[in-house]
């Protein structure tokens, strides 16, 4: 069994991304990073992305509306940044609070400047497969996951386990992709789907993400199997200062002996997306400087 390392896969494609910064002349790429209230996971999330950016050099601009902001003022805000020609890429930190309509939020963002990958065009170019557009960030890091670990999706059976806008209907379809990498069989499992563990078993590759914590169990997999695992779920631990672990969809230690290779949980898919984000960022920032 092999892990499958986040962090330094990561690392790698931030080093890329510094290097390339440093290229640009004139102003370096921005991005504008919007949270609303204090959501604690959020003021985390939103402070490792500043960090990483300024790493690359890219540019934060950081956006505190209250929690108490209006979807029309947030609406206007966003057509303020839209419109704004020195920012390139716009985040709105998830979760919103429950009276903004958080689909409504991302079809507001401009699409060129869509560095999250949820507005509608830019979905829509992932099924279309046109390379224009940006991909969401963690089914794109998934993707850069299996890439540069060696693994070929042609012709394999990749099963995905849910159907969210963020994960799993994105990842998808670029696995469903005619292109290098790509080319596979897609399976797609729900809340819904009956005989899980029979389709799962099918799996030469396994994405899960599905927001269960453990839920992914020795007898849901085959031999040989590659896992990719999504999942982030806190964990009552008494033993931690915090009084929680973070764990994966994926009962780790029960499938972990049957993979070829797996992502541990933390240190796999989390970091990519941070990176991704980045990514995209300063593809927003090449294609609208030309």
């Known amino acids: 069994m092999d892990l499958i390392d986040g962090n330094q896969i990561a690392a790698a ?8 910064v440093a290229s640009f002349p004139g102003r370096r790429p921005c991005i504008a990073l919007v949270r609303v209230g204090d ?17 690359i050099g890219i540019t934060s601009r950081i956006i505190l509306p209250p929690v108490t902001i209006s979807q029309a003022e947030l609406f206007a805000l966003l057509d303020e940044l839209n419109g704004d020609d020195t920012v390139d890429g716009i985040l709105v930190q998830s979760p919103l609070p429950k009276h903004i309509d958080e689909v409504a939020v991302f079809r507001r963002v401009a699409p060129e400047k869509d ?3 949820f507005n509608t065009l830019n979905l829509g170019k992932v099924a279309q497969e046109d390379g224009t557009g940006f991909v969401a960030c963690t089914p794109a890091g998934i993707m850069e996951l299996l890439a540069r670990s060696g693994v070929d999706l042609k012709g394999k059976h990749v099963v995905v386990l849910g159907r969210s806008l ?20 897609v399976t797609v499992c729900h809340s819904a789907t009956t005989n899980l563990p029979a389709i799962t078993r099918q799996a030469d590759v396994l994405i899960a993400a599905i927001g269960r914590a453990g839920f992914v169990t020795a007898d849901m997999v085959k031999p040989g199997v ?12 008494a033993a931690k200062k ?8 994926v009962d780790f230690d029960a499938v972990a002996p049957l993979c070829a290779r797996i992502t541990p949980v933390p240190g796999g898919v989390g970091p990519m997306t941070v990176a991704m984000l980045l990514q995209n960022t ?8 030309r």
Do not use: C, F
């Open 13 to 20: 494609i931030i080093a890329e991304l510094k290097a390339e």
């Open 39 to 55: 959501d604690p996971a959020s003021v985390s999330y939103v402070k490792k992305k500043e960090k990483t950016a300024a790493e």
């Open 115 to 117: 560095v999250d990958g």
């Open 166 to 185: 963020i994960v799993g209907k994105p990842v998808a379809l670029l696995a469903l992709q005619k292109k290098a990498g790509a080319n596979a069989t």
């Open 226 to 237: 590659v896992v990719i695992d999504v999942g982030i779920n806190r964990v009552p631990d």
């Open 242 to 249: 915090t009084g929680y672990r973070l764990t994966g969809d």
């Open 282 to 289: 300063v593809k927003a920032y090449r294609q609208r400087r």
